[in-house]
């Protein structure tokens, strides 16, 4: 029945959470037991923040099998990188405080070439379009690759930010001198200003990807203004600056919502090439994989990564390593006008921010973040 609704695994545990029915997570676990390793990661960030829940019995054991399936496919990528530069890789597999050795924070003994693209966003324009390519292309005036040259690349981070996950992520791009274009969750960015502010701070720029990042295939008009404005808001007001830039979720978009962009400034952003971070089964080396056959194909423009996977963060370090073999240049788009750091609530947002303000006192909770 979840499988097939549509909803995150996350949205699942929040039901159950709700309905505090004991039984109701013995059956969870039951089902969740039986699931084969490739969709059970898919619950490793839900399994992560239910430490609270103590009908969930099966907690430890299922992360424990999440870290074996992902510490074996990271292992094969490390062998094959160490195999091909016998002495110069220095990485090692690092122990979790948690459960068997998982591989986190790494640094980088090389840096990439990097430039600045400016975007004028006043007149909302869209890149790299993905879905609808030939109407965005004809009606809107969209630019493929982002307009980018041969061998130079554009990472993007979506639906942070997250505890470690996020933090992860930011050590890696700082470690190789890269910047980013991060398109954060009004609910999460909410929760965890502290993790916009960082990834500001360290140059990376920051836009929205709605607050709840519903996929925006025939939206209700307000509904529509709700995700696209007031999570552009709540992310500005967490990062300490008001970047124009959206990412639609999931890249779904119709002309309602392009015009909704348009009338209000907002350059808009799809991708170009696809990590397949996101989906059931993905590890460190199936990422680096998808990532590398998308740049050998493409050989330039805007690459999507999500920041709130374990496996990304593996991962990243060797295509950054791979890139900078290769000489590729990495690219950070910017505004071209500067961005301001305070703006007025728009109407619409004030009452869902009060809810927003409970959730984030559960989310940090269940991320064991302290009071912000």
């Known amino acids: 029945e979840w499988a097939s609704s549509g909803h995150l695994p996350d949205d699942l545990f929040e039901t159950l959470r709700k309905a505090n029915q004991s039984e109701k997570w013995r059956d969870l676990c039951t089902k969740l037991s ?40 990271t ?22 405080h948690r459960h068997p050795p998982l591989v986190l ?50 990472f993007t981070f979506d639906d942070g930010p997250l505890p470690t996950r996020t933090d992860n992520v930011l050590a890696i791009l700082e470690s190789a001198g890269v910047r980013a274009n991060f398109y954060q969750m009004g609910k999460n960015a909410f929760a965890f200003p502290e993790l ?31 995700e696209i404005l007031c999570g552009a808001f709540f992310v500005g007001q967490a990062a300490g600056e008001f970047v124009p830039f959206f990412r639609f979720p999931g890249g779904a978009w119709t002309d309602e919502t392009v015009k909704i962009t348009r009338d209000n400034g907002l350059a808009v952003f799809f991708w170009d090439m ?32 999500h920041d709130v996977h374990s496996h990304t963060a593996v991962a990243l370090p060797y295509i950054l390593e791979e890139l900078a073999e290769r000489k590729f240049t990495t690219v950070v788009f910017e505004p071209e006008a500067p961005s301001p750091t305070s703006a007025p609530m728009p109407p619409r947002c004030e009452a869902r921010g009060k809810l927003l303000q409970a959730d984030k006192r559960s989310e940090r909770k269940h991320w064991g973040a302290k009071e912000f």
């Open 34 to 73: 039986r699931t084969p390793d490739p969709g059970l990661s898919l619950f490793e960030n839900a399994l992560t923040t239910a430490g609270d829940v103590a009908a969930l019995e099966c907690r430890t054991d299922l992360l424990m099998r999440i870290d074996s399936y992902q510490l074996t496919a």
């Open 75 to 96: 292992q094969r990528l490390e062998d094959r990188f160490a195999a091909r530069a016998s002495g110069r890789s220095n990485r090692a597999v690092a122990r979790s």
């Open 105 to 154: 924070k790494r640094t980088t003994k090389f840096k990439l070439d990097s430039r600045v693209v400016k975007v004028d966003a006043s007149t909302g324009p869209i890149f790299s379009p993905v879905f609808g390519v030939d109407r965005l292309v004809k009606h809107y005036g969209a630019v493929p690759f982002g307009g980018l040259a041969e061998n130079e690349i554009n």
């Open 196 to 226: 916009s502010q960082k990834a500001r701070e360290q140059g990376h720029v920051v836009g929205s990807h709605s607050v709840y990042h519903p996929i925006m295939t025939n939206p209700a008009r307000e509904n529509a203004l709700f």
């Open 274 to 305: 696809d990590s397949n971070d996101w989906k059931e089964g993905a590890t460190a080396e199936t990422v680096f994989n998808q990532a590398m056959d998308d740049i050998e194909h493409q050989k330039k423009g805007i690459i999507l990564m």
